[in-house]
C-alpha cells in the first residue's frame, strides 16, 4: 500500500520558517522524483518545488524561489520542504507527490502518487 504522510505544517508568524516533511512507503522511494505543491482557498493547486530521483535536480517556482529549499533522504524515504522568510500568501495546504518519473515536473499530472496535505498558516 503506497502512502505519502506530510507533517510539519503549523501557525507561524510572517517572517518565520518551517520544515515540512513527506514520509513515503510502498513504493521504490529513490526511483522517483518528489514534488510539492500547495493549494489555497478559492485557488487551483500550483506547484512549489521538485526534486529529481537523484536528488541533483531540484526546481522552484518563481513565488518561493530563494526562500524555500527541497531535499531528500533515501535512507528515510523522506522528502523536505524547508521554507523560510514566510509571508501570509504562502497561506495553503501544501501537499507533496511522486513521480514515476526520474524527474520532477512542474503539473500535477507528472505525479502519480500524493499525501493528503498539511495546513500552513502565515499570520501577519
Known amino acids: 500500500q503506497v502512502q505519502l504522510v506530510e507533517s510539519g505544517g503549523k501557525l507561524v508568524q510572517a517572517g518565520g520558517s518551517l520544515r515540512l516533511s513527506c514520509t513515503v512507503s510502498?513504493?521504490?522511494?529513490?526511483?522517483?522524483?518528489v514534488g510539492w505543491f500547495r493549494q489555497a482557498p478559492g485557488k487551483e493547486r500550483e506547484f512549489v518545488a521538485g526534486?529529481?530521483?537523484?536528488?541533483?535536480?531540484?526546481s522552484y517556482a518563481v513565488a518561493v524561489k530563494g526562500r524555500s529549499t527541497i531535499s531528500r533522504d533515501g535512507a528515510k524515504n523522506v522528502g523536505y520542504l524547508q521554507m523560510n522568510s514566510l509571508k501570509p500568501e504562502d497561506t495553503a495546504v501544501y501537499y507533496c507527490?511522486?513521480?514515476?518519473?526520474?524527474?520532477?515536473?512542474?503539473?500535477?499530472?507528472?505525479?502519480?502518487?500524493w499525501g493528503q496535505g498539511t495546513q500552513v498558516t502565515v499570520s501577519s
Open positions: 507527490a511522486t513521480s514515476r518519473y526520474g524527474s520532477a515536473g512542474p503539473f500535477p499530472r507528472d505525479y502519480d502518487y
Open positions: 510502498g513504493l521504490t522511494f529513490n526511483s522517483r522524483a
Open positions: 526534486i529529481s530521483s537523484s536528488g541533483a535536480f531540484t
